[in-house]
């Protein structure tokens, strides 16, 4: 799915992505196991060609928003949120980001991304119900999350192994008002 205008914050503009944006910084993020630490991709390389038919895949589906994090006060584009898969039969998405920029963790990009697109889901494509998780180690992620008005829903024990770790998954969710 591709979105017809930028969403704006006080601090980012969030637009879909093309091809053009498979490149670096972008590569450059998803090859930094500091930076993927958290994420499923972590311990994998990637190539241009990997991250072009991510976007590609992503704008040519109907549940799947991929939106770019674009500093508003240079344009640098910072990292990616995206909400998808999206059930329509149950009225829900599933929210998954990352900042890449490593000089732009804990200025509250990542809060400002998940409520600018929480607030999309909710009023303009009509869904009841958002998710996401994040390992409990990842500190910042819960704070981004629960500032943006999140609660957590739930845990998974020991479901994944951060740093050679076993690691508890956070489950978290956002209901639209009313609901």
């Known amino acids: 799915m591709i979105l017809k205008y930028a969403l704006q914050t006080p601090q980012l503009s969030l637009a879909s992505l093309s091809v053009e944006h498979a490149s670096d910084p972008y590569l450059a993020w998803m090859n930094n196991q500091v930076v993927t630490q958290y994420t499923e991709s972590h311990g994998r390389q990637f190539a ?35 909400l998808g898969p999206i059930e329509r039969r ?21 809060r400002e991304a998940i ?11 009509d869904i009841a119900k958002v998710t996401a998780g ?3 180690s990842n500190v910042g992620s819960q704070r981004a999350f629960l500032a ?21 998954l956070i489950l978290l969710a956002c209901f639209r008002d009313g609901e």
Do not use: Q
């Not at 943006?148 to 690691?167: C, K, Q, S, Y």
């Open 115 to 125: 409520a600018a697109l929480t607030d999309y889901a909710f009023s303009v494509l």
């Open 148 to 168: 943006a008005g999140w609660e957590e829903e739930g845990r998974r024990r020991r479901h994944g192994v951060i740093g050679g770790r076993r690691d508890d």
């Open 90 to 110: 149950h009225s829900r998405g599933d929210i998954g980001l990352i900042v890449g920029d490593k000089s732009k963790w804990g200025r509250g990009y990542a």
């Open 48 to 82: 241009a060609s990997d991250l072009a038919a991510f976007i590609d895949g992503c704008n040519a589906d109907p549940g799947v928003l991929l939106l770019g994090m674009f500093d508003r006060s240079d344009g640098k584009h910072v990292g990616n949120i995206k």
């Open 134 to 136: 994040c390992y409990a």
